[in-house]
């Protein structure tokens, strides 16, 4: 199945980037550096707007449409516009979150405001937003008939707002020194599990699924999501250093609120020390005593308890989207991987 | 006929204000802070986020949009939606705008940027961006038929596009000294023409009209804007202070590219001295000096005859849309009472 997984990408990959620069693109040459910084930020340019193939994100999301429409069983490149669409949603949320984070590489390389500034890059972020719901309209010259097109831009719609929602949270939040587990949780569903559920139901929209199996794979998607982004969270403070790339405890190091952490944050037992601990200066030293009342708190466990949780659920949607194939399906294989990784 | 508009607007401006609050705004207390920001910029909450009839927009995109489907032969209410959608755009493009002008102010009152930082702003306003699609959605529920919800997404789409490609060109051309006529009705053709072409269009789709009319609509929406815009340069020179509540030659004051004023810079006689002219600090005292640089160049003469082709294309586009009906329209109407306003 790990074979037939890449197999599949090596097919499709280069289809989606071609559908992506059709979109992210102009003849025009007045505006030609408009698209360029989108380019630059997808990969494709390098910073003197020079053809480049530079390091670019995983295309996760956009794979996960493109099989939600085999699974239903349309035929592939059907939902490639809505792949296209999908990641270049992805990647205006990373231009504009840079810019709020104020995060100056992306990548190992420049973020598009660090090099060309706060008003061009929110402009060009705004024109990617624009573009992804072009992409979207490209489905109707796939075949794709008018009432799934309208349901797939419905959901497509409330993806996008969902986003924004998910978004807000988040750096409110930053601002806040307390936060509930279910605050977390709320939030995240937003920022990241309304993106992967949004990728598979537009994907089975465009491959011919009904609003039943849309929807079930939409609660796959979702799950998938929620437990992609704690499995990312356990990493973020247990992953190997060798394997991530990252400082063991990076996320402690950071304070970032993530779930192991606000679990332990909000226990009895360990509550009042870790938040004393946080309002310091986190530093190398510190580390050990953190991660200490993680493990006091059994937040680990915790964490993990809840990631194949919400796998399960996001197993039983699928078995609700696709029936007996659910479990043999490369949806399934995808989920597993995912939550298998170590980085 | 001046009389049948008020009473339109009067009739239909507080069902589009309730059609835009509905839209913007979201049940979860958890979000609320992120929907009264939009709420705030809209006119209808204050800084403190207390319920308020501030002054806002003109609301002039959005009633062209109705009064297009009334034209066409569509019950008014079936365009509300869509009017909504117009006029959340705008209203997310001047959040975006004022962040990245750097604008502390608008109608008086705290840009959402100056009052909760850019970050949130940015947010804020990609939230708008999303909603305004959401609020085209809300065409389905009105009746109007898949096709014709289609066509006005596209319409709407590539109106958003546009934007972003006048706001890019306006930026980069705030950034050079030189900039030809022909740049800068390139400019505002994306800048401020798009979204008027788009208003009706989408309103001409919303009542039924026919593609060759929504075209035909979208081009007399578009030479409109340009007319409107270049008369709107025109009183930025010459406009009676006492009428605009500006001050006298208030665009050459604070050196706007404006057709006027890049005219004399273009033109063989004016051009060297207008550009040793606007290189140094601009003020009251050599304001008469630029002035009578516009005046030897005809510059006004030149931005009228400009601002009246531009109408008359405009009244020619409607011809095709309407046929015989055209003259009598309120859609003329309202062109011509756009053209005749002094501030």
Redesign the interface.
């Known amino acids: 199945m790990r074979d037939e997984l890449a197999q599949f990408m090596q097919d499709w990959l280069p289809a989606l980037e071609t559908e992506m620069q059709t979109v992210l693109s ?1 003849g ?1 040459e ?2 030609h ?2 698209y360029a910084m989108m380019q630059y930020h997808m990969g494709w340019l390098d910073q003197d707007f020079a053809p480049a193939a530079l390091p670019a994100g995983k295309r996760l999301r956009p794979i996960l449409c493109l099989l939600a429409c085999a699974e239903v069983g349309g035929e592939t490149g059907r939902a490639l516009p809505a792949a296209a669409a999908i990641e270049i949603l992805h990647n205006f949320s990373l231009v ?1 979150d840079d ?3 104020g995060d100056e590489t992306r990548r190992h390389r420049a973020t598009v405001w660090k090099l060309w500034g ?3 890059a ?3 972020g ?2 990617m ?3 992804a ?2 992409a979207m ?1 490209r489905l ?1 010259g796939r075949g794709v008939p ?2 799934a ?2 349901a797939a ?2 959901v497509f ?2 993806t ?2 969902a ?3 998910g ?3 988040d ?2 939040f930053e601002q806040r020194s307390q936060v509930s587990v279910d ?1 977390y949780l ?1 939030m995240i569903a937003g920022k990241t599990a309304a993106l992967v559920g949004g990728s598979v139901a537009v994907g089975a929209y465009a491959g011919g699924g009904s609003p039943a199996q849309a929807q079930a794979l939409q609660r796959f998607g979702q799950e998938l999501g929620l437990a992609f982004q704690i499995q990312d969270d356990i990493l973020g403070i247990w992953g190997d250093p060798q394997v991530t790339g990252k400082a063991a405890g990076s996320d402690v190091l950071r304070k970032k609120k993530s779930l192991p952490l606000l679990h332990a944050r909000n226990h009895p037992q360990t509550g009042a020390a870790l938040g004393a601990l946080l309002d310091g200066e986190m530093d190398a030293a510190r580390l050990p005593q953190a991660l200490a009342l993680l493990t006091q708190a059994e937040a680990q466990a915790y964490a993990a308890d809840a990631a194949n949780t919400h796998f399960a659920q996001a197993m039983n949607a699928l078995e609700a989207a696709l029936g007996s194939q659910a479990a043999a399906s490369r949806l399934a294989a995808v989920a597993e991987w995912l939550l298998a990784r170590q980085a």
């Open positions: 102009s025009e007045a505006v550096g408009h504009h810019i709020e984070d706060v008003p061009l929110v402009n060009s705004d024109g937003f624009a573009l719901f072009a309209q109707a008018a009432p097109l309208l831009l419905d719609t409330r996008c707002v986003l924004t929602e978004q807000y949270l750096m409110r605050e709320r």
